[in-house]
């Protein structure tokens, strides 16, 4: 055993290895090693990491032959029960639920279920399997658990998010569609801090989920958070510009209209972020450029104050284009004796 090392040791249950184990030999001195031996950084044991491989027959040597132990959890307190579900190693596991539901895993799931797994049991954060599986997208797994409990739909978590919420932000177009269809959500159901699922979606980009909402759930594109800013404004300051051309072009939010105590424009919020690009889309859909917020600062301002560089370039290149555009308009547009009255003396 002094031969070898402990990553190596790893590497012959990563290869799933069990003969190379064995030549290791199953003496006292070896067996006890192997029951203490972890990784420093994750804490995982051998267990963990033939588990996570799904090697059945390994996992079977370690456990029957070595009698290494199966509940110790490692450094993010997750035990090799937990590493197989998540994995989606279906003959490996029998529990838990909740990890086999952030994976692509519908059979393990059934499996999990048919085993007495408990659908109500929740995570630190207060989601239990269906949010999980909303977040993942895999509609398999969402339909099964509607189908196996009609009910789990009505769920919150601790800072109140539907599972509406979560597949509206991932833009999972497909779970979202099935929520609308089999559950009962209110139109703009609010978490606490106000955001409704329209405002996830287009947070995010996803323009095909925020037209589903407002064509099957009447969703109100000018809602505002607790804050008190729209869809528009949380669109600008995570820089979606197909988000931004939906509601201002198709839905006519008005490009200028104000959010928070600070009456702040989606420009503000833009120049803010250092989103340059969103910002010449603003100004093609007609921004105010020189508009001011409740401190008089302007786009500009904020976006120097941030030190984003390229967005003050650009809006000081717009600006002056525009100054310049209008002035050769007026010059053009004047009849010549107009012009010469108009010229100092």
């Not at 029951?35 to 267990?47: C, F, H």
């Not at 989606?266 to 859909?285: F, M, N, Q, S, V």
Request: hydrophobic letters at 40%; aromatic letters at 4%.
């Amino acid at each position: 055993m002094a031969t070898c090392r402990p990553e190596r040791i790893f590497r012959l249950v990563q290869d799933g290895d069990s003969s190379g184990l064995r030549a290791l030999g199953l003496g006292d001195d070896v067996t006890s090693t192997l029951r203490t031996l972890r990784r420093a950084r994750s804490g995982d044991t051998l267990v963990h990491v033939a588990a996570r491989k799904g090697d059945l027959d390994l996992l079977r040597y370690l456990l029957e032959e070595l009698s290494l132990d199966l509940e110790v959890p490692n450094r993010e307190y997750k035990r090799p029960l937990h590493e197989a579900a998540s994995m989606g190693h279906r003959q490996c596991v029998r529990t838990p639920l909740m990890l086999a539901c952030t994976r692509v895993n519908v059979e393990v799931v059934r499996e999990l279920i048919q085993w007495g797994a408990q659908l109500n049991l929740r995570n630190k954060d207060g989601w239990n399997a269906f949010q999980i599986a909303s977040r993942q997208g895999d509609l398999a797994t969402v339909c099964f658990l509607l189908q196996a409990s009609p009910d789990i739909w009505m769920t919150r978590s601790k800072v109140s998010r539907s599972p509406l919420h979560t597949a509206a932000l991932h833009g999972h177009l497909d779970v979202v569609a099935i929520l609308l269809q089999r559950c009962g959500y209110r139109p703009d159901e609010r978490d606490s801090c106000g955001v409704t699922p329209f405002m996830d979606a287009l947070k995010r980009g996803h323009v095909e989920v925020a037209r589903l909402l407002m064509d099957r759930h009447k969703a109100d594109e000018r809602a505002a958070d607790a804050l008190g800013a729209q869809a528009l404004h949380q669109a600008a300051m995570t820089g979606q510009d197909r988000s931004i051309e939906f509601l201002v072009t198709e839905l006519r939010v008005d490009v200028n209209s104000r959010a928070t105590s600070l009456n702040l424009t989606a420009l503000h919020y833009a120049a803010k972020e250092g989103h340059t690009k969103t910002i010449l889309t603003l100004r093609d859909l007609g921004a105010d450029l020189q508009a001011t917020d409740a401190k008089g600062r302007t786009a500009r301002g904020m976006a120097s104050a941030r030190g984003h560089a390229p967005c003050a370039q650009a809006l000081d290149q717009t600006c002056m284009h525009n100054h310049t555009s209008t002035t050769d308009f007026t010059a053009h547009a004047l009849p010549p004796k107009l012009l010469h009255q108009s010229s100092p003396s």
